[in-house]
């Protein structure tokens, strides 16, 4: 037995919410033609909420008010929309085997479905604890984010954790994040990490100090250096303290793992070519087969920013952005130029808010007040001559915006001394002045320029950068 439809969206995560979306506005579909496939029982929805919103202990956000594509400012597509617009929603389905030749894909009841193209939005899933060696992670108290079900235990153990210990494994975002959701519930937290500081993919050591040291006036403890080699729990097999490579025993009612995650590639693993730990796309979001695209966290497409570049980029906007892309490209192929991504990343903690574009390659300017009352720094990287990448905290909107421009522009820079002196004007400055045809699209900006200022609960994504625990890999 089995199904057939012309599209299929395989993946039930942000991608598959905004590929329906841009579907059901261009049209080109007829009813009971296009489905999503997903093994979450519940439809698309916008997964930064479950580091932000849904971790807070009064008022936290629950569907359906976050289903996709609210994190866009737009439309709530519910299971209601989704029967409306003729899009088949099959829930709760696990595909074990895809033949892309055959255009098959086959799931775990032994059902086959068939299509005429198909994307893929698998994403990504976390890496476990288990995959550096380390047995235990099935214990009750010992928590990943990555899905609804991973938010609800985590949920659960923060309730029966008030007062008590929290060890958060991990100084990337999904670190980050969730140390600020178990101190906002009144849980102490001890971070653990190799590197030397915090988001150390990303932030410079003068950046990170910035964020630990706010970190710790709210009582959360830095374990640098070091990692976890096992546990110790008691007779029900609940974690009661986490024992480190150094030595050093840490008491743990509760363990939050966030070491990265690893692209869901492996359904099409020798069907299609790979590249970055993904799926390798053109700028079409088309894959090496024609029938076939890849979009989100599982995608490794061109960056035309970076000379076209192949990169795979784990935040959000890139899911949002490239789903909707793909679509086009699906639909009014002719139409479609090559996608022009401007890498955006951005977070959103206590009173905090930073948004970073680009690329942080190159000699970094810091520019601001880094002292501990200040909430407004930034930085830029230069290579080149030219601004590839720019860094900023406490900004506006129309602040924000400038620095997207200059890096979109790979704005020049002669004197680095003066770009440090004028700081955050040199963006505005520059921001205004007009450019050749052929420069920046300034109508393109990313979908979260207004995110973070605007107070919006689902503020964070919480995979942009992937972590190996104790390892360094370039992801992006």
């Known amino acids: 037995m089995g199904r057939a439809f012309v599209y299929v969206v395989l993946g039930g995560g942000v991608a598959a919410g905004y590929a329906a979306l841009e579907f059901a506005r261009r049209g080109g579909y007829s009813r009971g033609e296009l489905c999503i496939i997903s093994e979450e029982a519940v439809a698309p929805y916008e997964r930064p909420a479950l580091s932000k919103g849904y971790l807070l202990p009064e008022g936290p956000s629950r569907l359906p008010k976050f289903h996709t594509c609210v994190g866009a400012n737009d439309e709530l597509l519910t299971t209601k ?47 476990k604890l288990e995959e550096f060696g380390i047995n235990g992670s099935d214990a009750a108290n010992i928590c990943y984010l990555r899905n609804l079900e991973d938010a609800d235990k985590l949920v659960n153990a923060m309730n029966s954790c008030s007062g008590g210990n929290a060890v958060v494994i991990g100084g990337g975002y999904i670190g980050m994040e969730c140390a600020a959701a178990l101190v906002t519930n009144k849980i102490k937290v001890t971070m653990v990490f190799p590197e030397k500081h915090c988001m150390g ?78 799926v390798k796309v053109n700028g079409q979001m088309q894959t090496s087969d024609s029938s076939v695209y890849a979009v989100g966290d599982v995608a490794a497409f061109p960056i035309k920013l970076f000379d076209s570049d192949i990169r795979r980029l784990e ?18 192929p002719s139409k479609t130029r090559d996608v022009d991504y401007l890498p955006f990343f951005y977070s959103r903690v206590f009173t905090l808010s930073w948004q970073f574009y680009g690329d942080n390659v190159g000699e970094v300017v810091h520019y601001g007040d880094f002292t501990s009352s200040s909430t407004r720094f930034g930085a830029y990287w230069v290579g080149r001559g030219q601004i590839t990448g720019a860094f900023l905290e406490g900004g ?23 770009l440090e002196k004028q700081g955050l004007a040199f963006a505005i400055q520059e921001s205004k002045k007009d450019v050749p045809d052929g420069g920046v699209t300034l109508g393109e900006k990313p979908t979260f320029v207004w995110y973070a200022t605007a107070g919006v609960v689902v503020a964070v994504s919480i995979s942009a950068f992937g972590y190996w625990y104790g390892r360094k890999r370039r992801r992006w």
């Open 315 to 332: 935040h959000v906007d890139s899911a949002r952005r490239t789903a909707r892309h793909a679509v086009a490209a699906i639909l009014e």
């Open 201 to 278: 993919r990303l932030f410079t050591e003068k950046i990170a100090e910035y964020y630990e040291n706010y970190y710790t006036s709210k009582g959360v403890t830095f374990t640098k250096g070091t990692v976890l080699t096992s546990f110790e729990k008691d007779s029900t097999g609940k974690v009661t303290s986490v024992i480190l490579k150094d030595g050093n025993h840490l008491p743990a009612d509760m363990v939050v793992v966030g070491i990265g995650i690893r692209a869901n590639t492996s359904l099409f693993e020798g069907q299609l070519l790979m590249e970055k730990g993904g």
């Open 396 to 418: 506006s909107r129309e602040e924000y915006e400038a620095l997207s421009v200059i890096v979109r522009r790979k704005t020049k820079v002669s004197d680095l001394s003066e």
């Open 81 to 127: 929309w989704y029967k409306e617009q003729g899009i088949e929603l099959v829930l709760g389905t696990r595909v074990i085997s895809a033949d892309v030749r055959r255009k098959t894909l086959l799931t775990a009841t032994g059902e086959t479905i068939s299509y005429k193209t198909l994307i893929i939005a698998t994403g990504a899933r976390a890496l």
